[in-house]
């Protein structure tokens, strides 16, 4: 079974630039979710893609958006690079939704992006 | 006040100690709750998942939830060294159950 898998490990960008974080999703699952996990800090939800479609999202700008392939991968983009965007980026994957358990999330080991 | 709120430790033991985390949450809509460790620099994994107040035991660890108070605790026996780590409580709701809700975590270390 093939376990949840991110690209880049790191990242450096600067202040007003756009980034594409990437994740494939666990082997089974079609349900991918990203979080912001700050130095010190919990996860913080940002958005769920299920279906290609997103499927709930946290309190975050508009400027984090994501896409969710056929094949169940999923990108997040995040425009206008601010400094506080600086964080450990997670995905995780769940199973579909209609079949329960969505609730218990698979994480990779995350993109640790870093804005100057 | 945020929704969930974990003792920010960090905590030091001695191997072969007991070690207690806990949690509460004011969201009483809450019924899926969750531990997840995380090493340093990595993802988190998850540990125990339960559903419903009361215990459940997986090997060493042990996950108590009381949903009348609000409270949740992991359990650790016989520590060993390699449960130095990051440990996170989560949880959600049915109606967004897509969404976790994390606590800050609480870093342990166990002294060989």
């Known amino acids: 079974e093939t376990g949840v898998t991110q690209s880049p490990t790191h990242l450096i960008k600067t202040r007003g630039q756009q980034v594409t974080l990437r994740c494939s999703s666990q082997?089974?699952?079609?349900?991918v979710s990203w979080y912001q996990q700050a130095l010190g800090q919990g996860p913080q939800f940002i958005f769920q893609?299920?279906?290609?479609?997103?499927?709930g999202r946290g309190n975050f700008p508009p400027r984090f958006s994501g896409l969710q392939f056929p094949n169940y991968s999923s990108e997040l983009n995040v425009n206008a690079l601010e400094l506080d965007d600086s964080a450990l980026y997670l995905c995780?994957?769940?199973?579909?939704?209609?079949?329960?358990?969505?609730?218990?999330?698979?994480f990779g080991p995350g993109t640790r992006l870093l804005v100057l | 006040q945020k929704e969930v709120e974990q003792d920010p430790g960090p905590l030091s033991v001695p191997e072969g100690a007991i070690v207690s985390l806990n949690c509460t949450y004011s969201?009483?809509?809450?019924?899926?709750f969750m531990w997840y460790r995380q090493y340093s620099r990595k993802g988190p994994e998850l540990l125990m998942y339960?559903?419903?107040?009361g215990n459940k035991e997986d090997g060493r660890f042990t996950a108590q939830v009381d949903k009348s108070s609000k409270y949740i605790s992991l359990f650790i026996r016989d520590s060993q060294p390699s449960d130095s780590a990051t440990y996170l409580c989560?949880?959600?709701?049915?109606?967004?159950?897509?969404?976790?809700?994390f606590g800050a975590g609480t870093t342990v270390t166990v002294r060989a």
């Open positions: 995780a994957s769940s199973l579909d939704p209609l079949a329960g358990g969505q609730e218990t999330q698979y």
């Open positions: 082997s089974g699952h079609n349900t």
């Open positions: 893609y299920y279906r290609e479609e997103e499927n």
């Open positions: 969201n009483s809509a809450f019924q899926y």
């Open positions: 339960t559903y419903s107040s």
């Open positions: 989560a949880m959600t709701d049915p109606t967004h159950d897509y969404k976790l809700s």
